[in-house]
C-alpha cells in the first residue's frame, strides 16, 4: 500500500483515527469499547482499529500521566499489544501511548504528544513504520505487528543502537584513511565522511536523487562495472568528491557532470 502523506496528515489533524488505521495504514475494522473507571472518574475507549490482536484504542482525555498508566493497566487486560491515543475533547492534541513489556524487565511506556497545528513529520514517520500491505497479509502475525510498533514508538532503544553502530563503523572506517598523520583531524574526516553518507542514504530514500531510493548502491555497481570491482578509492575520486561538492555544493552542473550523477 503506497503511503499517501497529505491524506495522512490530513486525517491525523481531523483526529479520524479510525479512517486512518483501516484506509491508509492497511489495518483492520474493530468495535470494542472498555469502560475503566479510576478513582471514580469514568473513561470510555473506543477502538478505532486493530491488527493481528494489536488493538488501537482512543480515549476522549488526556488525564495525568499517573492515571494514563493506570488506564493502560485495565486495557491490557483486554488486549495484551495495543496503543492508546489520547485526546482532549476540543480536538486539538492527541497523545500517542506505546507500552514495552519484556520479561524480567520493568515496564516502560514512550508518549508522543501531538498538536493539530503542527506539521505532525516525526507522528507520521512512526506512522508509516506501523502500515501494512496486503503482500504481507498472508503471513502477518501479532508478533508482527508488536515489532513494528516498537520500532515507530521505542525510539530511545532504536536510537541507542544508531549510535552504537555509527561509533563501531567509525572505528573501522578510521583504519582505512592514511595520508592525514594527525589523529584529531583524521577522527574529524571520518565523522565527516560517515555524516555525509548518511546524509545521500536519507535524501535517496526521498527519491531526491535521480528518482532512485538505491542511489549510493547503484551507482557503485555502475562504477564497478566502468572502474573495476575493487576500484571504491576511484569511486570515491571519480564520483563521491563530485556528487559532495559539485552536485549538492554548486547550482551549475555541465552535461557532462548530469550524466555521472543524474537528476540531483
Not at 469502560?35 to 488493538?55: C, E, P, W, Y
Not at 492527541?94 to 524487565?105: H, M, N, V
Not at 525510539?155 to 583504519?175: C, E, I, S
Amino acid at each position: 500500500m503506497p503511503h499517501d502523506t497529505s491524506t495522512i496528515r490530513r486525517l491525523l489533524k481531523q483526529f479520524e483515527f479510525t479512517t486512518l488505521f483501516t484506509q491508509q495504514l492497511g489495518w483492520d475494522h474493530h468495535h470494542a469499547r472498555l469502560d475503566i473507571s479510576i478513582n471514580g472518574v469514568q473513561f470510555t475507549l473506543s477502538a478505532a482499529a486493530h491488527k493481528r490482536g494489536m488493538v488501537v484504542f482512543v480515549c476522549p482525555a488526556i488525564p495525568p500521566h499517573h492515571t494514563r498508566a493506570k488506564i493502560d493497566q485495565h486495557v491490557t487486560k483486554a488486549a495484551h499489544e495495543h496503543i492508546i491515543i489520547f485526546h482532549d475533547p476540543l480536538k486539538t492534541t492527541q497523545l500517542w501511548q506505546w507500552t514495552r513489556r519484556e520479561p524480567g524487565k520493568p515496564i516502560v511506556r514512550r508518549e508522543h504528544r501531538f498538536h493539530r497545528d503542527q506539521p505532525g513529520d516525526a507522528l507520521l514517520q512512526k506512522l508509516k513504520l506501523i502500515a501494512f500491505s496486503l503482500d504481507e497479509e498472508d503471513d502477518l502475525t501479532i508478533v508482527d505487528a508488536r515489532r513494528r510498533a516498537q520500532a515507530a514508538f521505542d525510539l530511545d532503544r532504536v536510537t541507542k543502537r544508531f549510535y552504537d553502530r555509527f561509533k563501531d563503523q567509525h572505528t573501522t572506517f578510521l583504519g582505512f584513511i592514511s595520508g592525514i598523520p594527525d589523529n584529531d583531524l583524521r577522527r574529524w574526516y571520518a565523522s565527516v565522511m560517515l555524516n555525509r553518507l548518511m546524509f545521500i542514504y536519507f535524501v535517496q530514500r526521498k527519491g531526491f536523487l535521480d528518482g532512485d531510493v538505491h542511489y549510493l548502491r547503484n551507482r557503485l555497481a555502475r562504477s564497478r562495472e566502468q572502474l573495476g570491482h575493487n576500484k571504491f578509492y576511484s569511486f570515491y575520486r571519480h564520483f563521491l568528491l563530485r556528487l559532495f561538492h559539485e552536485g549538492l555544493g554548486s547550482k551549475k552542473r555541465s552535461p557532462e557532470l548530469e550524466q555521472l550523477l543524474g537528476r540531483i
